[in-house]
């Protein structure tokens, strides 16, 4: 009578999240609606209406557009994220950035002009 | 109305005898009987499913494996009609998903009726219900009308899913998994590392300068190029409570 129900699964993905991992490489332009992990390779665009993960191993020869964005990795090309920006230690920019909040962590380096203020968020 | 497709190899074959007797026995006790129809070998098993909509059946029940729902899943999900499974033998991949015990228990599924739409997707046409693998994967993916490309770098397999273990066949998405091994570190000490892409999409194309071999709903197709979609909800198919999708 009070049997416990069989267990969903709840492991089903977000449909919306991507992940590019090692040994994968993205050409071109990119656009996502979803959540979008990089630690593979990019070159081109890359754009998302949510929050962006560049991890330690993604190399990305691209501009970037976010509304969050945590770079841990290299990026060679502009970043533009309309609510938060986060660059992790170990992080590499060479290239502009542009967002409303800003977090850099020692050991981070960044090679371009740092904007901050209202951004326009990516489409 | 119901119409029962008893696949080629379950007929006559006294391994199913007894099980084939306690399903038809238990269907008719729970006031599900219907017509039977047998697949043979120069029988087209649409033509029957065509004739059997004409006289008015609105839920065809396949007794067979993965295979037999192949043979009748293109004139199911265009005609609208529900797709019930009765799974005997092995190869039952797509039951156990869709929560269906093997044999004579799955009768009892049929009786609940617990109807569900899920997608099902297409590869030049053709349409699948589990999805797509496509083992040493060494092709490109063009995705979103070719504005980017996908390629692996080192050795990986390429499975697009659409219902599965991990995988939601309501969202009207697909999901293309690349499982890359990757080398780590140098010289004896260098050991490969499996990582895991997932893009979900609605169309896709996959190009290749040779010719590879892939497999859809483990049916093997060969080309050097396929364009892969998914047609959203179409398919209506009865499920248990243990299905593995919410």
């Not at chain 1, 920006?85 to 950035?97: K, M, N």
């Not at chain 2, 098993?45 to 295979?67: F, S």
Request: glycine share 8%; net charge negative; aromatic share 4%.
């Amino acid at each position: 009578m009070f049997r416990a129900k069989p267990e969903q699964s709840m492991t089903q993905q977000s449909s919306n999240e991507t992940i590019i991992a090692q040994g994968v490489k993205v050409e071109g332009d990119f656009h996502s609606q979803g959540d979008v992990v990089i630690d593979g390779e990019v070159s081109g665009s890359i754009e998302t209406t949510q929050a962006l993960i560049i991890g330690e191993s993604a190399r990305i020869k691209a501009d970037v557009i976010a509304k969050n964005a945590v770079v841990a990795g290299e990026v060679k090309g502009n970043i533009r994220a309309s609510d938060r920006l986060e660059l992790l230690a170990t992080s590499v920019v060479e290239g502009d950035v542009e967002t409303a909040n800003l977090s850099i962590a020692s050991g981070a380096r960044v090679n371009g002009k740092i904007t901050m203020g209202e951004v326009e968020k990516a489409e | 109305m119901y119409c029962y497709l008893y696949d080629e190899f379950i007929q006559g074959n006294k391994r199913y005898e007894r099980e084939l007797l306690d399903i038809e026995n238990r269907l008719t006790d729970l006031g599900i009987a219907g017509k039977i129809s047998r697949l043979a070998l120069f029988r087209n098993a649409e033509e029957m499913i065509r004739d059997e909509i004409d006289r008015g059946v609105k839920t065809v029940v396949v007794l067979g494996n993965d295979d037999t729902i192949r043979k009748v899943l293109d004139v199911i999900s265009e005609s609208k009609i529900v797709l019930g499974l009765i799974p005997i033998g092995p190869k039952n991949e797509l039951a156990r998903l869709l929560g269906i015990p093997n044999g004579v228990e799955a009768c009892d599924v049929l009786s609940a009726r617990r109807i569900e739409q899920i997608d099902v997707g297409t590869i030049n046409g053709r349409k699948f219900i589990t999805g797509v693998r496509v083992p040493d994967f060494r092709a490109e993916l063009m995705c979103n009308d070719g504005k980017y490309r996908v390629v692996p770098t080192s050795r990986a397999d390429l499975e697009i899913q659409n219902l599965a273990d991990v995988c939601n066949p309501c969202d009207g998405m697909l999901s293309a998994n690349i499982h890359s091994s990757v080398r780590k570190g140098w010289g004896p000490f260098a050991r490969h590392e499996q990582t895991n892409s997932v893009l979900p999409f609605q169309f896709l194309a996959i190009r290749s300068d040779k010719p590879i071999s892939l497999y859809a709903d483990g049916e093997e197709m060969q080309g050097t190029r396929f364009d892969i979609g998914i047609e959203a909800m179409i398919l209506k198919v009865i499920t248990g409570k243990s299905r593995v999708f919410i």
